[in-house]
């Protein structure tokens, strides 16, 4: 089975800008997490969508909302880019609860 | 709420010795415990898992063992080698389907 992808790879916006990451899912796996990786705050959990639907969310502001579509493709959107969004966002899919699957991220850079 | 404790290091070692991480969690509940691997400019690869008490998760000569009794699941390998020079985190999923990550610990194999 082809593993997780994301697109784009690289990313460089800059502040007040938004932007929108891609996600494909493991063939059959309905849920698809987010996750943010920076030096100082390390992984911490962004949502997860599960057929459609945000089921868990984590401590982000409002700027930071997703989506997921039929074939649980999942994007991500952040607005108003600030400097602090600079980060490896990475995400994870699953089939059943627990075991979590990541792709290779993509890296914003923001300006 | 959930958390993971582990040793932040970096750890420096010679190829061939012995390679312990400490982690430690606190959770309501059973969660699963998990080890992923990221290597540089990759996303983050499960390593192994333990789903209940007293079960040993292993994998490419990696061990970790659910001790419940002390909230814990160390990591070890009998003999790294510079493949498995990485950043080690160590993972717990609770209820709902997120994961809570340790710091991560750098783990550097020196010839």
């Known amino acids: 089975k082809a593993g997780v992808t994301q697109t784009p790879r690289y990313l460089i916006k800059t502040r007040g800008q938004q932007v929108t990451l891609s996600c494909s899912p493991i063939?059959?796996?309905?849920?698809v997490s987010w996750y943010q990786q920076t030096p100082g705050q390390g992984l911490q959990f962004l949502f997860e969508y599960f057929s459609e639907t945000q089921r868990n969310k984590g401590n982000f502001p409002g700027r930071f909302s997703g989506r997921q579509f039929s074939n649980s493709r999942s994007e991500m959107n952040v607005s108003t880019l600030e400097l602090g969004d600079s980060a490896l966002y990475l995400c994870?899919?699953?089939?059943?609860?627990?075991?979590?699957?990541f792709g290779p991220g993509t890296r914003l850079t923001v300006l | 709420g959930n958390s993971v404790t582990q040793m932040e290091g970096p750890v420096t070692l010679s190829e061939e010795a012995f390679l312990t991480i400490n982690c430690t969690y606190t959770a309501t509940g059973y969660p699963s415990l998990f080890w992923y691997v990221q290597y540089p400019g990759e996303g983050l690869q499960l390593l192994l898992k333990a789903t209940k008490a007293d079960d040993k998760g292993s994998n490419k000569g990696f061990e970790a063992t659910y001790r419940k009794e002390t909230t814990s699941f160390h990591l070890e390998k009998g003999s790294v080698q510079v493949s498995d020079s990485a950043v080690y985190f160590c993972a717990l999923s609770g209820p709902e389907n997120k994961l809570s990550f340790g710091a991560g610990t750098t783990v550097t194999v020196r010839a």
């Open positions: 994870a899919s699953s089939a059943t609860r627990g075991e979590q699957f």
């Open positions: 063939s059959g796996h309905r849920s």
